[in-house]
């Protein structure tokens, strides 16, 4: 007999279960809040490629769960699969965790550590995934279901809970936390580890506490049976035997009529699944093409507080706290009292419907965020700008070429950068500078599609010309760019925050990235002597600087140049369609799974889960073709799912207008009434069913 707690109706042991779930579900979202910036940032993978990846993780994360289920039920049973599987799971945190030192091999052995870890963790997280809620259900007595409620009420709350402390927390661990001169993806990865370790421990600890059940034989294993039973005894027999009502019923000869009735039922629910993949495609994209566009918005809220781009996940799972009781008791009844006749069905299209919607709207926030963004040239093409650091207005010529007929100021910031055609993929271009009447000379080197920045100088009475190619993109994680253009007679060593800029005189830094902030005093030192505080500004968000030093006074004089231009955009613009996507989630996915176990058998369940399970695979697979295949602009991407999601929901609709509700109640009955063919007794209860369907037809809750 089990342990109670403190004299009430629930197993001690349940305590050990939900601490698990918290404790994995923390190591799995919190890994993956931060693995599509990992992608970006740390193998140096395109936006496609990094989504492509993602996405075939996810696929294979739902996968798996029909493997664990095989496993638990036909061989090893709930407890030691867990166990086993677990084990894996931790082995591919730890795998992933060292796949992000940098001092740990190439780029290469990081690509085939982190491959190799997600590949371990998908097996392990989807392996337990229809295990663990199972489990602890197992450890319920069959008279105490309002206990087993109340169970599966706090199990999804520890869920929630866990995801929505690990997308807060770990991306703070990755960039907050600094370790090997760059953003600490080996900590935001060894911390999910540990929370598995910890769910590994305290699920073993209770050991002792759980009620075991023996593996039992899985049904999904005979379902597939008598499937392939019956399509292979139709067609060795189709010739010379007289048709059948269902192709399912040529399974007569082997398996019960039972059984092939319940999986007729199944498959009816299963054909309704098809369409079902398009709506996770879209949902799915919250944690890879939402991150990145996120990370070209403005983050800042006021001067002092901003938010990571991978942290803005973490609004899904608050809003399902917050959306499932206001629709149960308040949306829902409502719709009720309008005497709307909304049933799961339509629920479910509708959640298609404000999914197209979220989509929609984050068209309209990627078409404004694109603003900012400068587009690299086109081919036998580069762009330029010109720094006139010269001292006095200068005009410039390109072998007749002219993207600059006006003057240049002197310390102008350029506005933007222009095209200057070369004729081929490189050329050398004589350059023309004119100064006060007196014009001075240089040849320079362009190459095709780079950026460039044509510094002019003043010696004497020349013009000497400088050309420094440009980092046009912007930073994967949202930070600011800077480098620093030394003037000075000597070199000067500069730390802004916790990057440090060695630049001799004469030279331009290097590009680095720093943290978004301002800079009013901002530490240097000179080989020469004293060096006061430099006044920076605002390092904002997307942007790159260019700050020039130079001597005025006595003093060091700062001149700064904006490159590329600072996100305009600012990312509570997301939140409309964070809010549409999880009205979406509560409608479609919640919907779904309750429709789903209504309309099937009670030993069947499992089969619709496993499917259920699929079509978010399979949804994920869809993103996965349309990344790598499709090669649209971002807010055409977007365009393209919201305008697919509504056909299917269109097709969707159709098929669920000639869908006929069964009643849960009297299922089993009428299963049992058909198998059995008991004529007189049967008659009533068909009625009855008829009745009931009719009701259902007209109510708005299952």
């Known amino acids: 007999m089990t342990k109670k707690l403190c004299g009430t109706n629930y197993p001690t042991g349940i305590c050990f279960i939900v601490v698990n779930e918290f404790c994995e579900r923390f190591s799995y979202y919190g890994m993956k809040a931060v693995l599509t910036l990992y992608f970006l940032t740390y193998l140096k993978w395109d936006k ?17 769960p029909i493997l664990g289920a095989l496993i638990a039920d036909s061989w090893l049973g709930k407890f030691k699969t867990i166990i086993y599987l677990s084990i894996i799971y931790v082995i591919g945190h730890v795998v992933k965790s060292v796949g992000a030192i940098p001092t740990v091999g190439n780029t290469d052995v990081h690509i085939a550590l982190s491959m190799i870890g997600l590949i371990l963790i998908a097996f392990g997280t989807g392996g337990i995934k229809p295990c663990v809620a199972a489990f602890g259900g197992d450890q319920f007595d069959e008279e105490h279901t309002s206990e087993r409620t109340k169970f599966f009420s706090i199990f999804y709350m520890s869920i929630n809970a866990g995801s929505l402390l690990s997308t807060v927390i770990t991306p703070m661990l990755r960039g907050d936390v600094q370790c090997f001169n760059a953003d600490c993806y080996a900590l935001a990865f060894g911390v999910p580890a540990v929370l598995m370790i910890v769910a590994l421990v305290v699920f073993i600890a209770g050991s002792g506490l759980y009620k075991k059940n023996p593996p039992q034989g899985n049904i999904l294993v005979e379902v597939c049976n008598c499937i392939g039973f019956a399509v292979k005894n139709r067609w ?32 009816r629910v299963l054909v309704l699944y098809i369409p079902l993949p398009m709506f996770w495609a879209l949902f799915d994209q919250q944690g890879s093409r939402w991150t990145i566009q996120a990370a070209r918005m403005n983050m800042a809220f006021g001067q ?6 991978d942290q803005i996940q973490m609004l899904n799972a608050l809003l399902i706290l917050l959306f499932v009781p206001v629709f149960d008791l308040i949306v829902y009844p409502l719709v009720g009292f309008c005497r709307i006749n909304i049933t799961p069905l339509r629920k479910m299209a509708t959640g298609m419907v404000f999914a197209a919607l979220a989509f929609g709207a984050a068209t309209l926030v990627e078409v404004n965020v694109v603003k900012t963004v400068v587009d690299p040239a086109p081919p036998t093409e580069c762009l330029l700008q010109v720094l006139n650091l010269a001292g006095r207005n200068v005009s410039v010529d390109f072998s007749g070429r002219n993207p600059f007929p006006e003057p240049i100021g002197y310390l102008k910031d350029p506005q933007k950068y222009e095209t200057l055609p070369l004729g081929s993929p490189s050329t050398i271009l004589k350059i023309d500078v004119t100064r006060d009447g007196r014009t001075s000379n240089c040849s320079l080197m362009f190459h095709e599609q780079k950026a460039y920045s044509l510094i002019l100088t003043s010696e004497a009475t020349e013009i000497q010309c400088k050309l420094v190619e440009d980092y046009i993109k912007k930073n994967e994680t949202g930070n600011p760019f800077l480098r620093f253009f030394n003037m000075l007679p000597g070199a000067i060593e500069i730390t802004v925050g916790d990057v440090t800029f060695d630049i001799p005189s004469g030279q331009m830094s290097r590009n680095m990235s720093v943290e978004w902030g301002r800079y009013p005093n901002v530490k240097c030192s000179l080989q020469s002597g004293a060096c006061p505080d430099l006044n920076l500004g605002l390092m904002d968000f997307g942007a790159s600087y260019t700050i020039i030093l130079r001597e005025e006074s006595g003093n060091i004089s700062t001149t700064r140049m904006e490159d590329v231009e600072a996100n305009n955009v600012h990312i509570t613009w997301q939140i409309p369609q964070y809010i549409l996507i999880t009205a979406g989630e509560v409608l479609f996915s919640i919907t779904g799974l309750e429709f789903s176990y209504s309309q099937a058998p009670a030993n069947m369940k499992s089969v619709l889960q496993g499917g259920w399970l699929l079509t978010v695979a399979f949804g994920n697979v869809i993103v996965l073709i349309v990344a790598e295949g499709a090669g649209l602009a971002q807010w055409k991407e977007f365009l393209l799912f919201a305008c697919l999601v509504l056909g299917v929901c269109i097709i969707f609709s159709i098929m669920a207008y000639f869908y006929t509700y069964v009643d849960p109640d009297l299922l089993n009955k009428i299963n049992l009434c058909e198998v059995e063919k008991e004529e007189n007794s049967c008659d009533d209860m068909m009625k009855e069913k008829d009745m009931h369907l009719d009701e259902k037809g007209r109510s708005t809750r299952l």
């Open 48 to 64: 496609n490629l990094s989504t492509a990846i993602y996405h075939a993780f996810s696929s294979l994360c739902y996968f798996t």
């Open 236 to 267: 060795q027999r189709r010739k010379y035997q007289p048709p059948r009502k269902h192709w399912l019923d040529w399974a007569e000869e082997k398996y019960s009529k039972q059984l092939i009735q319940e999986i007729k039922m199944v498959l």
């Open 304 to 309: 002092s507080f901003s938010i990571k781009p």
